[in-house]
């Protein structure tokens, strides 16, 4: 079965520049992404803010919707609100809660900052303890309501990515 994707949007494409091998880049996959017929895609990177790269490449592609955003891994300082307001000023669509810093990532794979490797590649992490939304009563943090609430204001995505079940639902 041939499914017509011409108008759709995929919002989550890790491409190169990145820290981990990617099989494209950012322009070849915009370029793939509007010969195939899509309306938008939004870059996402485990390392740094993405909103500046979609801003140069719309200016390239005026016929598809190019977005980026920001995770909220160590790379970014974790929970940092300032990060999140200047990647939203800047375009960003997307907050995307940690990734390969979450606490539940390490305690699921037994190391943390890494992704796509084999088990026997990895050297395992001494300090296996991860990004946590949760403070030390089980409430949500001071920097991570802020930044809810900036999700809330400037109208954009919150993903939760790699966060525990029981920090999801908590909110």
Known sequence: MIVDIKGFYDLHVHSSPCLFP??????GCV???ASSGLGGIMLKCHHESTA???QKLR??????KIYGGIVLNEHVGGFNPQAVEECLQLGGKEVWMPTIDA???ARVYG???KYDVLQNEVETSRDLKGLTVLDEQGKIKKNVQEILKLIAEYN???????LAPQEIFIW
Not at 22 to 27: M, W, Y
Not at 59 to 64: A, N
């Open 31 to 33: 370029q793939a992404a």
């Open 156 to 162: 954009v995505i919150l993903g939760t990515c790699h």
């Open 111 to 113: 190391f943390k900052g």
């Open 22 to 27: 990617r099989l494209i880049d950012d322009r």
């Open 103 to 105: 606490d539940y990532h």
């Open 59 to 64: 200016q390239e592609f005026p016929d598809i």
């Open 52 to 54: 500046i790269r979609a």
